[in-house]
């Protein structure tokens, strides 16, 4: 099992950052041939997603989010933090993903990359976690 940490810090109410390339170091790193890679954003305001990195569709992604999770919706959270559209987006988006790691690489598609989304930002330090497990 390895372990490592990716730290990010984020500009903007919302954000996408590609972390695809910092996955792909630290699986080189480990040494792992063949498991699996658990991506994780270990907090409740963010969320990780799969899928290409095109502006347009980036642009998409957020605004499909915003459209099912708009501010502001009356939301109870809201009460005691005005954030409650932020933990709904991380709720059912999910925090994590899974990738096969096969020959020292996790399998993707060409255009299957991974996406941190904020959604509470900014924010000066995010943690999204990298786990291996294999041999
Ligand atoms: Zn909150």
Not at 47 to 56: F, K, L, M, R
Request: charged fraction near 25%.
């Amino acid at each position: 099992v390895k372990f490592a940490t990716i730290t990010l810090s984020t500009e903007r109410k919302s954000d996408i950052i590609d972390i695809t390339h910092r996955v792909e170091e630290i699986v080189v790193k480990s040494g792992v041939e063949n498991g699996l890679c658990l991506i994780h954003a270990a907090h409740a305001t963010m969320a990780i997603v799969v899928n290409e990195h095109e502006s347009g569709l980036l642009r998409d992604i957020m605004a499909k989010v915003q459209h099912m999770f708009p501010p502001g919706a009356g939301y109870s959270h809201d009460y005691i933090d005005d954030n409650a559209h932020a933990h709904l987006a991380s709720a059912f988006l999910g925090s994590s993903r899974i990738f096969p790691v096969k020959n020292g690489r996790i399998v993707r598609g060409t255009w299957q990359h991974i996406l941190a989304l904020e959604l509470d930002g900014p924010r000066s330090r995010r943690e999204v976690v990298v786990e291996l497990l294999g041999e």
